[in-house]
């Protein structure tokens, strides 16, 4: 049995392509003692797959050779580990391929939902990420504006809709008339403001009469320059990632720092969704809740077929996603 894999051909300097990637063919692996053989049903398509070809970050680099890596929701098809039997469904640190090998001990065995890429979404990453950052770093308080870029993404959709559950104003920060149209209509921001317009920064402060408290960033570069100058006295700005800044051989950071946090007296702080693991558990309570009383809307982007893998991240990357974006690799096993 043959086992297809996507892998980096040529590491990009500037714009990902799909040149970038080759598809290759490989023996089945096979799982030695305490390994498992693990179908892949579902991966995970983030920005961070951008990042990890920069360099290293959280983790290590991506380099010219290796399949893609990515956190997969898959089957256990084989199994010499006691922790996991053949039929679980476990999530894992996969790579971009039909099957792949894991310890038992690193995959994390998940339990039975109606719809297995719910765990990917609104309980996996994106959902974690958003609840993690606001609540933990963002602490946003009912009546607070909170801003959010990248608003009809996978996270900045879930951060808006957990902010409006707490009571506060909602702003998100999103490409192009239709994407903001469907952000207020569909997510239920009170405005959306549309980046690539001329004059972002006129824009917010009209969609921001009185400030920002909380401002969520996604994306970094010019428009977490023209959020931190709407930024009231002692908000907070939770750093979950810098989108603008991953596929470009031209980056451009903020040029209002640090000036901008000492006279407003900002907390501006950085974090990976793992390092609040241990509050998992409160978090997809949470979650169930508010999806339970429709306060918060499940939105799925799932491109079909393996081979479609890089062009859903280079989609990705140029904004024709709207909610979680994933590749079904294999059918669901029910
Ligand atoms: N800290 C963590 O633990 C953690 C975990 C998961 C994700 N993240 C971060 O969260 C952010 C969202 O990632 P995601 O994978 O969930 O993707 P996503 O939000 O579902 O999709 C990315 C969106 O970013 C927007 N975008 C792309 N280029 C942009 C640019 N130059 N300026 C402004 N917006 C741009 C696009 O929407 P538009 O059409 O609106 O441009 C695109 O749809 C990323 O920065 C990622 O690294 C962090």
């Known amino acids: ?11 990009p300097t500037a714009e990902l392509t799909t040149a970038h990637f080759t598809q290759i063919e490989t023996d089945l692996p096979v799982a030695a003692e305490g390994e498992v053989l693990l179908r892949v049903i579902l991966m995970s398509i983030d920005a961070a797959n951008r990042s990890w070809m920069k360099g290293a970050t959280y983790r290590a680099a991506v380099q010219t050779g290796d399949a893609m890596p990515t956190y997969a929701i898959c089957e256990v098809m084989h199994s010499n580990s006691p922790k996991v039997a053949v039929g679980d469904i476990v999530a894992a640190e996969a790579t971009w391929s039909d099957y792949v090998i894991a310890k038992g001990h690193h995959v994390q065995k998940l339990p039975k ?16 990420t958003a609840y993690h950052g606001l609540m933990s770093i963002g602490r946003p308080i009912a009546g607070e504006t909170v801003l ?9 959709g879930y951060v808006g809709q957990i902010a409006r559950a707490l009571g506060c104003r909602v702003v998100g920060i999103a490409g192009g008339p239709e994407k903001c149209s469907w952000v207020v209509d569909e997510l239920g921001f009170d405005a ?7 004059g972002l920064s006129k824009a917010l402060a009209s969609a921001c009469p009185d400030g920002v408290d ?34 470009t051989d031209t980056p451009t950071g903020p ?24 509050n998992d558990a409160k ?30 991240l280079i989609g990705l990357l140029a904004g024709d996603n709207k909610g979680k974006r994933m590749v079904r690799v294999a059918a669901d096993p029910s």
């Open 1 to 11: 049995m043959q086992n297809r894999q996507i892998t980096i051909a040529e590491l």
């Open 113 to 128: 939902v109606e719809t297995i890429s719910h765990l990917m979404s609104v309980y996996g990453i994106a959902g974690k």
């Open 148 to 156: 959010v870029s990248a608003a009809a993404g996978s996270v900045g």
């Open 192 to 198: 959306c403001v549309d980046y690539r317009e001329a």
């Open 214 to 247: 909380v401002y969520f960033d996604n994306v970094g570069g010019k428009i977490l320059e023209a959020s931190l100058t709407l930024m009231n006295d002692k908000g907070r700005v939770v750093c979950c990632g810098a989108i603008s800044q991953y596929d």
């Open 255 to 278: 040029r209002n720092l640090p000036g901008v946090i000492v006279v407003k007296r900002l907390k501006m702080e950085g974090f990976i969704v793992m390092d609040f693991a241990h």
């Open 283 to 312: 978090c997809i309570r949470a979650l169930q809740h508010w999806v339970g009383t429709g306060q918060i809307k499940v939105f799925e982007d799932i491109v079909d077929g393996l081979e479609n893998a890089p062009k859903a």
